[in-house]
């Protein structure tokens, strides 16, 4: 069973910068591909970015492409998030996720393990 601990959140100004990270407990985190996710007020879940087991591949959502990159550490079985130029509405609680599937994945249904969440504020 993976444990997944989000950290990095907090308030900031719109056009900053902030990184977030997932430790995992698990022995096997090499095995799963991870993703980002948040969720505003209201609104539904939505992917931010995913990565493959390898850290080869990358995908991202159409809210941060282009702002965002996700990268991972298998040695220190951390994944972590760095979204650029922020704005208000990235304001959300975003949790990272780990899938046993190797590839990327999108659907938040593929994904087995979740962590609790980090708020992440944007003031304008």
């Known amino acids: 069973q993976e444990q997944l601990v989000e950290s990095g959140g907090g308030l900031v100004q719109a056009g900053d910068s902030l990184r977030l990270s997932c430790a995992t407990s698990?022995?096997?985190?090499?095995?799963?591909?991870m993703g980002w996710f948040r969720q505003a007020p209201g609104k539904e879940r939505e992917f931010v970015a995913a990565?493959?087991?390898?850290?080869?591949?990358?995908s991202y959502g159409e809210s941060v492409k282009g702002r965002a990159i996700i990268s991972r550490d298998n040695t220190k079985s951390t994944v972590y998030l760095q979204v650029n130029r922020l704005k208000a509405e990235d304001t959300a609680v975003y949790y990272c996720?780990?899938?046993?599937?190797?590839?990327?994945?999108?659907?938040?249904?593929?994904?087995?393990?979740w962590g609790l969440g980090t708020q992440v504020t944007v003031s304008s």
């Open positions: 698990g022995r096997t985190f090499s095995s799963y591909s």
């Open positions: 996720a780990a899938s046993a599937w190797s590839t990327i994945q999108v659907d938040t249904s593929l994904y087995d393990y």
């Open positions: 990565i493959n087991v390898g850290g080869d591949f990358t």
